[in-house]
């Protein structure tokens, strides 16, 4: 138990459905990240929020929406995804968003599939 | 552009042997470099780390060893145990939140 929750585990969707994955961090840090994994490839850092403001969007297309109401949860909305969509997503937080990379714990992500 | 290759995506070893995982990266400016380590159904969680200050850090039985001038690094774990099995992450960081990750390479210890 690394103190990042994510729900659910597991999502199956039609590319028009709508949606959420939640992650909830309980070790009082103020960064949060999206991470995507897609089999075989590297992870790659989608969103960051410090202290529930983003921070970076690595060029996300919009059918992928964050929302960070308060440092301990995070939100990514999804609608009319794409099947090439379909991937491990990582949920992340670490004290800052600066510098604090062996700090970065890994909720145990989402594995997604868009049919 | 994928900056950080991790170009064995797999890797078997004995029980007691040295296990060796390799990194390269094309991007210079890289300078921190991190292992993480992946069980199934889990979150990857942080091993060991070295600054590109240094060309070795070493933490149990686990040792990181950096090569700058030839862009490479590599995990050390001696002896390798059953419970190392896992998929290791190697990544970089750049400009001090920007952080690139391989795309792993998984580790089975035979008994």
């Known amino acids: 138990e690394t103190g990042v929750t994510q729900t659910p585990r597991h999502l199956v969707m039609g590319m028009t459905n709508k949606k959420s994955l939640k992650c909830e961090q309980h070790l009082g840090h103020n960064a949060m990240y999206w991470y995507k994994q897609s089999a075989k490839k590297p992870l790659e850092l989608m969103f960051v929020y410090s202290l529930e403001e983003r921070v970076e969007n690595n060029s996300v297309p919009s059918r992928f929406s964050p929302e960070c109401p308060n440092s301990s949860h995070l939100f990514l909305h999804l609608h009319t995804l794409q099947p090439e969509d379909s991937a491990l997503y990582l949920c992340?937080?670490?004290?800052?968003?600066?510098?604090?990379?062996?700090?970065?714990?890994f909720g145990s992500g989402t594995q997604l599939s868009v049919l | 552009d994928q900056q950080v290759k991790q170009n064995s995506p797999s890797l078997s070893v004995q029980e007691g042997r040295i296990s060796i995982l390799n990194c390269d990266y094309t991007n210079s400016m890289f300078d921190y470099f991190l292992w993480y380590k992946k069980y199934p159904a889990e979150g990857p969680t942080f091993l060991i780390s070295?600054?590109?200050?240094?060309d070795k850090n070493e933490d149990g039985r686990f040792t990181v060893f950096l090569n700058k001038s030839a862009k490479h690094l590599s995990l050390h774990i001696v002896p390798s145990q059953p419970g190392d099995s896992a998929v290791y992450f190697c990544a970089a960081r750049y400009n001090n939140n920007d952080m690139r990750f391989g795309a792993g390479t998984r580790l089975t210890v035979k008994p």
């Open positions: 070295i600054s590109s200050i240094k």
């Open positions: 992340a937080s670490s004290p800052t968003s600066q510098g604090s990379w062996e700090k970065l714990f």
